[in-house]
Structure formats: structure tokens, C-alpha cells
């Protein structure tokens, strides 16, 4: 092998390993500064992002928020450290410790919005970034179905709560959280109540995987066991849970939020826990558990009283503690043994001592021995359920009970029986990065409880509760309460637990158990999919039949009946209207009507194509005509560029003289439709230039142009100051369309190129240097008089294309030195650099900053810099690549 690719090798080893590391320091470095600058009474920020829109990017930490932030990296930080050894012989980790590190912006993102719709955006996102971290292993087909199950489920829970979120912004009239809160005394009589609630909860519970949403969960273990330990344990399905304790205050009056949550998180719970006994896969165990879990945190929230949610705040940590550590050890089990059947597993404390250790803590918490974390967690959920209805305690017994018994399971049958001595041989525990994450989880379990809870009471679970439920009396948490009936619960609990591990260890009893036949919530959602995508396949064979003149008559006859369905009043028209028009106006009327008509009615390609570029020159002779100089220019350069662009694909295109003629019937059903279209049109436009002129928006814009943006050139001080955003929008479509036809563009017969004369090639090379630095001018120029980055560009391109047509693709490429979507790409950068440099100096995205002279010069000329080269990158990138496939 040569020297020097095992130098380079050994280079990019090194960095990605580094880049690992980093990876792990930024989940621990927020970690450690939130407990640093933490303080109980809150904190809030604010950044006016479009402050004339009322749209602001709000943050806070409070108890809640403060909770998630510290699961989310702290636990975090332990993920990475296990990921790097877990996954250290995959070929793409890097690329799966930069999913795991997006998807925990995402879950921060989502915590510490204030805003909901800026919540919102954050929750998508984390549907987005598991997608991909559940799929990872794309090469297996139950990874993607898997992954793609959780992003429809998850994903159609975002539409229902994006509703909802936007009826309860507009019932309050701010999308705030701390403004919604405050309001919401007065928000059970509004009319969209009921609706706002039942969307936030179709969107909550589908994240949450409750029931019957629930399957996508265990599904998802199809995920390295990274993303199981981190996502389904302590973030991703609990951001269900933080939104329905975050809105708590504002539905937590309606008996309609309280029952659903009751009736949904026990229903959830108890057919979790009745699956979760009959699997023998440990990492489905604990995804069933997790549900059951969810479930009961689910039913906490919906009974809503003082001691409920103080139960359901403990449960979070203590469930995010044991799990991700439960987690964690089976993945080390899979890895030592290649499986997490329980029936094909015995005897691995003996060579794997550190990982048993971790897993005892971690069930043991689990089960709720005191005086773990999990022992007080469900001390407080008994209080809660006794508090409620001796119903919900027996719910909640039966369910821990069951718990208890998965915990003994997880760690007796894979650990305990040993019945081969020689697997004493094989020591397992050799890499710290693999035990010492779920150890150090686990034993915090105890620890906590032990040596933190009056800091975690003060910092966390008083300020939480409050967070909830606003003006409670908070009581202070105590591992012991003494003796009494929530503690008698957690005996009997632990007894009931053990009988029902011994009783599904038992062989009749275990058949028995998988002699119960119930319904696959997977399979029936994968059947739904299938029956979907049939009726959408028939659907497609039907409207999709490769005729474009069948789509164009559909779409404009759908075109004429929207613009017909709200009645026009007739424009009033008078002989001396049309008396005032010129000489000039007439004949552009009428040669446009000519050119329309040519274009329709001829039967040869060059004519139509010509007719229809003449359409586009004389239209640009309108706009010059009615003093719009800039709209002229830049039509009259993407006419020329159309031009070039039918010229490279004329060979391509059907001859006109074999396409099947249209009936008469057909012919006239066009004629009927063109006309009417252009008639609606005209009117409209007619009715809309005689209506008044309100000059209050263009004064503003002639009044600030020249004071505040410092340009006499009005259009191109509103692209490149007052709305460079929608500039940046446009000029982003460029691109994407330009990178979009290469994908399109793949493989066609090349046409052999036509010969060019010695006095094209010369002049090409006389013009394009010319149109250059020309368009270079009109870029400088274009702040204060016709011209700027877009009509720069498109002269800039119209150069390369001349050289393009009189040497090569090659030619020009060795010329420009970069590839021309790099250099599109490094245009919208550098737009967006030009926002960035406003937000720095603390005023809102895309804010023109200018430095005051002789020659004001500020960051519109930058974003206008951008613009050009995005322009000049994107579409000269579509002509080399469609030159250089078809010829």
C-alpha cells in the first residue's frame, strides 16, 4: 500500500477521533455551565427575529425546562462516551455521532423554547434526526421500515399539534408560553378550546407512544443501541411528556384533558406491561417497559394534583437513570454474545462483572428498593393514586408488579444461571467506554437520593412542580415517610413481583402466555401503509398518464373555474380609454397577440419556439416602456438565457408534425379555456388599476430608500435591504434548482456538435471578458442606478455561455477554477453571512449595516455579492452539465 494513503488514512483516523471527542465535550460543557449559572427563580432571553411581525425567539429555564436540559445532556454526554466504543468498528460512526449530537440541539431546542411555534420547529426536528438515528442501519430492511413507521406516526402527530398550537396562539394572541399561561383562566369559554386540546393531545400521545400509537417504540430498537439507551429512554419519547406537563396549567381544568390522560397513560400502562411479559428479546422487554412507563407518567399528568406531579417529576429521572443503564448493559451483551434472547443466555456475571454490577442497580431501581431512586419515585406515585381513587392504586400496583419482575428478569436469566463453567474463560468487560457509562448511571440512582436531595428539592423538583402546576404547595420530598399505606404498596409490590417472575419462568405458564393471540399494532399499521399506497398506485395509473397536454388542460380548466367562482363585477370601459392609447402601445399589443397566436397555430418547432421568445422580448419592451428599467433588464437577460437553454435541448424536443392531432371538440374545449382565462385575467387586472392607488407603501420605500438604506436605486435597495430575506429565498431556489437538473439530466445520446467559424470563436473571446467586467459594473452600480447582483449575473452568465458554445465545457471550467455549485453555494453563505454579521451586533437577521463615508458601504453589497455569485454558480452549473450530457 502506498505511504502515503496510509499517512492520509492514518490523518483522517486521527481527526475523526477528535471530532468524537468534541462531539462528547459539547453535550458536557452545557451541562456543567447550566449547573453553574442555574438559578431556581429562572431565566429568560428573548431576540426580536422579525420584531414588525411580533416574532421574537424566546428561551427560558425554569424547573422543568431546568430538569429536561440536565437529562438531555447529561445523559448525553455518557451516550457519546458509550458510542464511541460500541460503535467503533462501524465504518460511519462519525456520522452517527453528528445525528446523535443534532437530535440533542433539537431536544434542548424543544425544552427551552418559549415560543411555541419555535417549539414546534425543534419538535420536528427531532422526528427528523430519529428518523435518521433509528435508520441507521439502512441496509436492513426492518431498520427502515421501523424508522419509517416512528417518522409517519410522529410526523402526523406534528400536523395535528401544529393546529392546535396555532388555536391556541390566536385564542391568546401571542405564542408565548409564559403570555399563554397567564391567560389561561380565561380559555375553557373560547369556542376553539375543545379543538386546541384535542390536536395538542393527538400530538403529545403520538410522540409519547401511547396507546394506540404505542408499536412505533419497541419498533424503533431496530436502532443501535446507542439511540435506544438516549432517545427511548430519556429524551426523545419523553418530549410528549414535557409538552403535556408544560401545558398542564393551560388545560389541567378541562375534565376532557384529565380523563383522556387517565384513561390513555392506564390503558397504555396495563397492555405494555401485559406484552412486555411474553417477550424474550431483552431490548424488547425494556421498550415494552418503557411504554408502560410512559403510560403511568401519561396517567400522573392526567390526575394533576400536588403529590401527582411530584411523583411524575421523580419518576422522569429515576426512569431516564435505570433505563438508559439497562440499556447500555444489553448492549453489551449483544456484543459479547451476538444475542438478547433470554433463553439462549446464562452465567455472564462471571465475565462480565462491571455490566452486571450497573445492571443490578439499575433493576433494583427499577423494581424500587429503597432507597433508590425508583423506590422514591413510587412512593409518591402510591400517595398520588391512593389520592385519587383506590382504583388507580391497584392500576399502579399491578403495574410495578409486573415491573418488578421484568427487572429480575433482565438480570437473573442473563446473568445469573450458570450452567457451562467454562464461560468463566472469556472475560468481556475490557473497554471502559462500554461499562462505565451504564455504572456510573446507575449508581447515580442511588447516590442521588442519598447524598442530593435537598439540592434536587430546592433546584429541581420544587421549581418543576411549579413549572406545572403554578401556585401549589410544594412539599418537600423524603426517602422516609415512615410507615404507612404507599409504603405497605411497595412491599406488596416487590412480593407480587417476584411471584409473577417465577410464574412466567414457569413452563406451563409461559406457553401459556404465548398461546394468546393478540394484534401486531405493527402489522397493522404496515397493512394500512400497503392498502394507502395501493389505492395512491391505482390513483397515480389513472391521473399520471404521461400525456402533458392532458395535465395542462386539467390544470387550467382547475385554473379557470377557481378564477370564475368569486363573481367579478364587469370593469367599466369607455371609448376614450382605449383614444389615449399611442401608436407604439397599440402595435406591442397587437405584435404580441400576433406572436401568442403563431405560437399556438404553427407546425414547426423553430417558429413556435420563436414566437414564444418573442412573447418574452416584447413584454420586456413593456416594462421599459412604463418605466421599470431593472424588471427589463433582468427579463430581457432570462429571455436571451431561455433562448441558449432551448437552443442546447432543440434536439431533443418531439417534431411537432408527429404529434397526434386533437379532435375539433378538443380543439374548441382549449379555445374555450384560453379565452376565458385571458378574459378573467384581463378583467381582473383592469378592475384592479382602476381601483384607487394606496401610495403609503411605495412612498415609504422612495422616502427610506436614499436615508436609510443609502441607495437612489429603489428596487434594489428593497432586494437587498428592506426584503433581502425573500431575496435570500430566491436566490436559494437557484441553486436548488440547478443542483436538481444535474440529478435530472443523468443519461441521453449525446448530439454531435456543430462546427463553429473562426470569427465566433474570436468574437466570443472579445465579448465574454467584456460582459465580465460589465456585469461586475452593474453589480457596483446597481445600489443607485439600473442594475445590482441579479441583472450582473445573468450578464455574467451570458458571457460563459458564449464561450461555452465557441470552445467547451471544459474550456470554461479550467477557467472559473471552482465548480460552479460550489461557488452558488458559497453565494448563499455568504447572504447569510451578511444576516449573521446584524444578529452579532444584537439587531435582527439580515438588518443592513452600513459603514458611514463618502462611498456608504455596508453589508447589502456583501449580500448583494452573494446574490451574483449564487446566480452566476447556479445557473452556469445547469448549462455545463446539460452541454456536457447532450453533446
Same mark, same amino acid.
Given at each position: 500500500?502506498?505511504?502515503?494513503?496510509?499517512?492520509?488514512?492514518?490523518?483522517?483516523?486521527?481527526?475523526?477521533?477528535?471530532?468524537?471527542?468534541?462531539?462528547?465535550?459539547?453535550?458536557?460543557?452545557?451541562?456543567?455551565?447550566?449547573?453553574?449559572?442555574?438559578?431556581?427563580?429562572?431565566?429568560?432571553?428573548?431576540?426580536?427575529?422579525?420584531?414588525?411581525?411580533?416574532?421574537?425567539?424566546?428561551?427560558?429555564?425554569?424547573?422543568?425546562?431546568?430538569?429536561?436540559?440536565?437529562?438531555?445532556?447529561?445523559?448525553?454526554?455518557?451516550?457519546?462516551?458509550?458510542?464511541?466504543?460500541?460503535?467503533?468498528?462501524?465504518?460511519?460512526?462519525?456520522?452517527?455521532?453528528?445525528?446523535?449530537?443534532?437530535?440533542?440541539?433539537?431536544?434542548?431546542?424543544?425544552?427551552?423554547?418559549?415560543?411555541?411555534?419555535?417549539?414546534?420547529?425543534?419538535?420536528?426536528?427531532?422526528?427528523?434526526?430519529?428518523?435518521?438515528?433509528?435508520?441507521?442501519?439502512?441496509?436492513?430492511?426492518?431498520?427502515?421500515?421501523?424508522?419509517?413507521?416512528?417518522?409517519?406516526?410522529?410526523?402526523?402527530?406534528?400536523?395535528?399539534?401544529?393546529?392546535?398550537?396555532?388555536?391556541?396562539?390566536?385564542?391568546?394572541?401571542?405564542?408565548?408560553?409564559?403570555?399563554?399561561?397567564?391567560?389561561?383562566?380565561?380559555?375553557? *369559554?373560547?369556542?376553539?378550546?375543545?379543538? +386546541? /386540546? &384535542?390536536? $395538542?393531545?393527538? #400530538?403529545?400521545?403520538?410522540? %409519547? !407512544?401511547?396507546?394506540?400509537?404505542?408499536?412505533?417504540?419497541?419498533?424503533?430498537?431496530?436502532?443501535?443501541?446507542?439511540?435506544?439507551?438516549?432517545?427511548?429512554?430519556?429524551?426523545?419519547?419523553?418530549?410528549?411528556?414535557?409538552?403535556?406537563?408544560?401545558?398542564?396549567?393551560?388545560?389541567? *381544568?378541562?375534565?376532557?384533558?384529565?380523563? +383522556? /390522560? &387517565?384513561? $390513555?397513560?392506564? #390503558?397504555?400502562?396495563?397492555? %405494555? !406491561?401485559?406484552?412486555?411479559?411474553?417477550?424474550?428479546?431483552?431490548?424488547?422487554?425494556?421498550?415494552?417497559?418503557?411504554?408502560?412507563?410512559?403510560?403511568?407518567?401519561?396517567?400522573?399528568?392526567?390526575?394533576?394534583?400536588?403529590?401527582?406531579?411530584?411523583?411524575?417529576?421523580?419518576?422522569?429521572?429515576?426512569?431516564?437513570?435505570?433505563?438508559?443503564?439497562?440499556?447500555?448493559?444489553? #448492549?453489551?451483551?449483544?456484543?459479547?454474545?451476538?444475542?438478547?434472547?433470554?433463553?439462549?443466555?446464562?452465567?455472564?456475571?462471571?465475565?462480565?462483572?462491571?455490566?452486571?454490577?450497573?445492571?443490578?442497580?439499575?433493576?433494583?431501581?427499577?423494581?424500587?428498593?429503597?432507597?433508590?431512586?425508583?423506590?422514591?419515585?413510587?412512593?409518591?406515585?402510591?400517595?398520588?393514586?391512593?389520592?385519587?381513587?383506590?382504583?388507580?392504586?391497584?392500576?399502579?400496583?399491578?403495574?410495578?408488579?409486573?415491573?418488578?419482575?421484568?427487572?429480575?428478569?433482565?438480570?437473573?436469566?442473563?446473568?445469573?444461571?450458570?450452567?457451562?463453567?467454562?464461560?468463566?474463560?472469556?472475560?468481556?468487560?475490557?473497554?471502559?467506554?462500554?461499562?462505565?457509562?451504564?455504572?456510573?448511571?446507575?449508581?447515580?440512582?442511588?447516590?442521588?437520593?442519598?447524598?442530593?436531595?435537598?439540592?434536587?428539592?430546592?433546584?429541581?423538583?420544587?421549581?418543576?412542580?411549579?413549572?406545572?402546576?403554578?401556585?401549589?404547595?410544594?412539599?418537600?420530598?423524603?426517602?422516609?415517610?415512615?410507615?404507612?399505606?404507599?409504603?405497605?404498596?411497595?412491599?406488596?409490590?416487590?412480593?407480587?413481583?417476584?411471584?409473577?417472575?417465577?410464574?412466567?419462568?414457569?413452563?406451563?405458564?409461559?406457553?401459556?402466555?404465548?398461546?394468546?393471540?393478540?394484534?401486531?399494532?405493527?402489522?397493522?399499521?404496515?397493512?394500512?401503509?400497503?392498502?394507502?399506497?395501493?389505492?395512491?398506485?391505482?390513483?397515480?395509473?389513472?391521473?399520471?398518464?404521461?400525456?402533458?397536454?392532458?395535465?395542462?388542460?386539467?390544470?387550467?380548466?382547475?385554473?379557470?373555474?377557481?378564477?370564475?367562482?368569486?363573481?367579478?363585477?364587469?370593469?367599466?370601459?369607455?371609448?376614450?380609454?382605449?383614444?389615449?392609447?399611442?401608436?407604439?402601445?397599440?402595435?406591442?399589443?397587437?405584435?404580441?397577440?400576433?406572436?401568442?397566436?403563431?405560437?399556438?397555430?404553427?407546425?414547426?418547432?423553430?417558429?413556435?419556439?420563436?414566437?414564444?421568445?418573442?412573447?418574452?422580448?416584447?413584454?420586456?419592451?413593456?416594462?421599459?416602456?412604463?418605466?421599470?428599467?431593472?424588471?427589463?433588464?433582468?427579463?430581457?437577460?432570462?429571455?436571451?438565457?431561455?433562448?441558449?437553454?432551448?437552443?442546447?435541448?432543440?434536439?431533443?424536443?418531439?417534431?411537432?408534425?408527429?404529434?397526434?392531432?386533437?379532435?375539433?371538440?378538443?380543439?374548441?374545449?382549449?379555445?374555450?379555456?384560453?379565452?376565458?382565462?385571458?378574459?378573467?385575467?384581463?378583467?381582473?387586472?383592469?378592475?384592479?388599476?382602476?381601483?384607487?392607488?394606496?401610495?403609503?407603501?411605495?412612498?415609504?420605500?422612495?422616502?427610506?430608500?436614499?436615508?436609510?438604506?443609502?441607495?437612489?436605486?429603489?428596487?434594489?435597495?428593497?432586494?437587498?435591504?428592506?426584503?433581502?430575506?425573500?431575496?435570500?429565498?430566491?436566490?436559494?431556489?437557484?441553486?436548488?434548482?440547478?443542483?436538481?437538473?444535474?440529478?435530472?439530466?443523468?443519461?441521453?445520446?449525446?448530439?454531435?456538435?456543430?462546427?463553429?467559424?473562426?470569427?465566433?470563436?474570436?468574437?466570443?473571446?472579445?465579448?465574454?471578458?467584456?460582459?465580465?467586467?460589465?456585469?461586475?459594473?452593474?453589480?457596483?452600480?446597481?445600489?443607485?442606478?439600473?442594475?445590482?447582483?441579479?441583472?450582473?449575473?445573468?450578464?455574467?452568465?451570458?458571457?460563459?455561455?458564449?464561450?461555452?458554445?465557441?470552445?467547451?465545457?471544459?474550456?470554461?471550467?479550467?477557467?472559473?477554477?471552482?465548480?460552479?455549485?460550489?461557488?452558488?453555494?458559497?453565494?448563499?453563505?455568504?447572504?447569510?453571512?451578511?444576516?449573521?454579521?446584524?444578529?452579532?451586533?444584537?439587531?435582527?437577521?439580515?438588518?443592513?449595516?452600513?459603514?458611514?463615508?463618502?462611498?456608504?458601504?455596508?453589508?447589502?453589497?456583501?449580500?448583494?455579492?452573494?446574490?451574483?455569485?449564487?446566480?452566476?454558480?447556479?445557473?452556469?452549473?445547469?448549462?455545463?452539465?446539460?452541454?456536457?450530457?447532450?453533446?
Amino acid at each position: 500500500m502506498n505511504k502515503d494513503h496510509v499517512s492520509l488514512s492514518s490523518s483522517l483516523s486521527r481527526w475523526s477521533s477528535h471530532l468524537m471527542w468534541g462531539f462528547t465535550l459539547i453535550p458536557a460543557c452545557i451541562f456543567i455551565s447550566a449547573l453553574y449559572f442555574y438559578q431556581p427563580a429562572g431565566m429568560y432571553w428573548s431576540y426580536a427575529w422579525a420584531p414588525s411581525l411580533n416574532v421574537y425567539l424566546d428561551a427560558r429555564i425554569d424547573g422543568l425546562s431546568f430538569l429536561f436540559l440536565l437529562l438531555i445532556t447529561g445523559v448525553g454526554t455518557l451516550i457519546q462516551i458509550y458510542a464511541m466504543a460500541y460503535m467503533k468498528k462501524v465504518g460511519n460512526r462519525l456520522s452517527f455521532h453528528l445525528y446523535l449530537t443534532l437530535f440533542m440541539f433539537a431536544m434542548l431546542g424543544l425544552v427551552l423554547s418559549d415560543n411555541i411555534l419555535l417549539m414546534f420547529v425543534f419538535w420536528e426536528l427531532t422526528t427528523f434526526t430519529s428518523y435518521l438515528l433509528i435508520g441507521f442501519e439502512h441496509e436492513k430492511a426492518e431498520a427502515r421500515k421501523n424508522a419509517l413507521h416512528s417518522l409517519l406516526v410522529t410526523g402526523a402527530g406534528g400536523l395535528a399539534l401544529l393546529a392546535g398550537l396555532i388555536l391556541l396562539g390566536e385564542m391568546v394572541g401571542s405564542y408565548q408560553f409564559r403570555f399563554i399561561i397567564e391567560h389561561a383562566a380565561a380559555l375553557p *369559554e373560547h369556542p376553539w378550546f375543545t379543538a +386546541s /386540546l &384535542i390536536l $395538542v393531545l393527538l #400530538g403529545a400521545l403520538t410522540k %409519547s !407512544a401511547q396507546f394506540p400509537f404505542h408499536f412505533w417504540l419497541p419498533g424503533a430498537m431496530a436502532a443501535p443501541t446507542p439511540v435506544s439507551a438516549y432517545l427511548h429512554s430519556a429524551t426523545m419519547v419523553k418530549a410528549g411528556i414535557y409538552l403535556l406537563a408544560r401545558l398542564s396549567p393551560v388545560y389541567n *381544568e378541562s375534565a376532557l384533558w384529565c380523563n +383522556s /390522560l &387517565i384513561i $390513555v397513560g392506564g #390503558g397504555t400502562a396495563l397492555w %405494555s !406491561a401485559l406484552i412486555a411479559v411474553r417477550q424474550t428479546d431483552l431490548k424488547l422487554i425494556l421498550a415494552y417497559s418503557t411504554n408502560c412507563a410512559l403510560g403511568k407518567l401519561t396517567l400522573l399528568l392526567g390526575i394533576g394534583s400536588e403529590l401527582a406531579i411530584t411523583a411524575a417529576v421523580l419518576f422522569i429521572m429515576a426512569h431516564a437513570l435505570y433505563k438508559a443503564a439497562l440499556f447500555m448493559v444489553i #448492549g453489551n451483551i449483544y456484543k459479547a454474545k451476538g444475542t438478547r434472547d433470554i433463553n439462549l443466555l446464562h452465567g455472564l456475571s462471571s465475565i462480565m462483572t462491571f455490566s452486571f454490577i450497573a445492571a443490578v442497580i439499575a433493576a433494583l431501581s427499577k423494581a424500587g428498593l429503597p432507597p433508590l431512586f425508583g423506590f422514591l419515585s413510587k412512593e409518591y406515585m402510591y400517595k398520588a393514586g391512593l389520592e385519587m381513587t383506590v382504583a388507580v392504586a391497584v392500576i399502579l400496583l399491578f403495574v410495578n408488579s409486573i415491573m418488578v419482575a421484568l427487572a429480575i428478569q433482565v438480570v437473573y436469566r442473563p446473568f445469573l444461571p450458570i450452567i457451562n463453567k467454562s464461560v468463566t474463560n472469556q472475560r468481556q468487560d475490557y473497554d471502559p467506554g462500554l461499562w462505565l457509562p451504564p455504572l456510573l448511571l446507575a449508581t447515580s440512582s442511588f447516590v442521588i437520593p442519598i447524598f442530593m436531595l435537598d439540592w434536587l428539592n430546592e433546584n429541581i423538583i420544587s421549581p418543576a412542580i411549579s413549572s406545572i402546576k403554578p401556585h401549589s404547595v410544594v412539599e418537600i420530598v423524603k426517602i422516609w415517610q415512615g410507615i404507612n399505606i404507599p409504603l405497605l404498596l411497595s412491599g406488596l409490590t416487590l412480593l407480587l413481583g417476584y411471584f409473577i417472575f417465577r410464574s412466567i419462568n414457569n413452563n406451563k405458564i409461559w406457553n401459556a402466555l404465548h398461546s394468546i393471540s393478540t394484534p401486531d399494532a405493527s402489522m397493522v399499521f404496515q397493512n394500512m401503509l400497503n392498502n394507502m399506497l395501493t389505492v395512491a398506485s391505482w390513483q397515480t395509473d389513472i391521473l399520471q398518464n404521461k400525456k402533458l397536454s392532458l395535465y395542462m388542460l386539467v390544470f387550467f380548466t382547475v385554473l379557470l373555474l377557481m378564477l370564475t367562482s368569486v363573481p367579478l363585477s364587469l370593469p367599466s370601459l369607455s371609448l376614450q380609454s382605449f383614444s389615449m392609447l399611442s401608436f407604439h402601445e397599440a402595435g406591442l399589443a397587437i405584435l404580441m397577440v400576433i406572436s401568442a397566436l403563431s405560437c399556438a397555430i404553427s407546425r414547426s418547432r423553430l417558429v413556435s419556439v420563436a414566437s414564444l421568445c418573442a412573447i418574452g422580448f416584447l413584454t420586456t419592451l413593456v416594462f421599459s416602456l412604463y418605466s421599470a428599467p431593472d424588471v427589463a433588464k433582468t427579463l430581457l437577460l432570462v429571455e436571451t438565457l431561455m433562448v441558449v437553454f432551448v437552443v442546447l435541448l432543440m434536439g431533443y424536443f418531439p417534431p411537432i408534425e408527429r404529434s397526434l392531432s386533437h379532435s375539433i371538440i378538443r380543439k374548441g374545449g382549449n379555445l374555450v379555456i384560453a379565452v376565458g382565462i385571458g378574459g378573467v385575467v384581463t378583467m381582473t387586472m383592469i378592475h384592479i388599476i382602476q381601483q384607487p392607488i394606496d401610495m403609503a407603501v411605495p412612498s415609504f420605500y422612495a422616502e427610506q430608500s436614499l436615508t436609510a438604506g443609502y441607495g437612489r436605486n429603489v428596487v434594489n435597495v428593497i432586494l437587498v435591504d428592506f426584503r433581502a430575506f425573500d431575496t435570500l429565498g430566491e436566490i436559494l431556489v437557484v441553486v436548488v434548482a440547478g443542483i436538481s437538473s444535474v440529478a435530472l439530466i443523468t443519461h441521453m445520446d449525446k448530439k454531435a456538435p456543430l462546427p463553429h467559424s473562426i470569427i465566433f470563436r474570436s468574437t466570443a473571446h472579445i465579448v465574454a471578458p467584456l460582459m465580465m467586467l460589465f456585469s461586475i459594473y452593474l453589480l457596483l452600480r446597481g445600489h443607485n442606478a439600473p442594475g445590482g447582483g441579479f441583472i450582473g449575473a445573468l450578464i455574467a452568465v451570458s458571457g460563459l455561455a458564449l464561450l461555452i458554445f465557441a470552445e467547451s465545457p471544459q474550456f470554461v471550467r479550467q477557467r472559473i477554477y471552482f465548480q460552479p455549485f460550489n461557488i452558488a453555494i458559497g453565494g448563499v453563505l455568504l447572504g447569510v453571512l451578511a444576516g449573521i454579521t446584524a444578529m452579532i451586533v444584537g439587531m435582527p437577521f439580515l438588518t443592513a449595516l452600513w459603514w458611514n463615508g463618502n462611498t456608504p458601504v455596508g453589508t447589502p453589497l456583501l449580500f448583494d455579492l452573494g446574490v451574483y455569485l449564487a446566480i452566476v454558480g447556479g445557473v452556469t452549473g445547469m448549462l455545463l452539465h446539460i452541454k456536457e450530457r447532450l453533446h
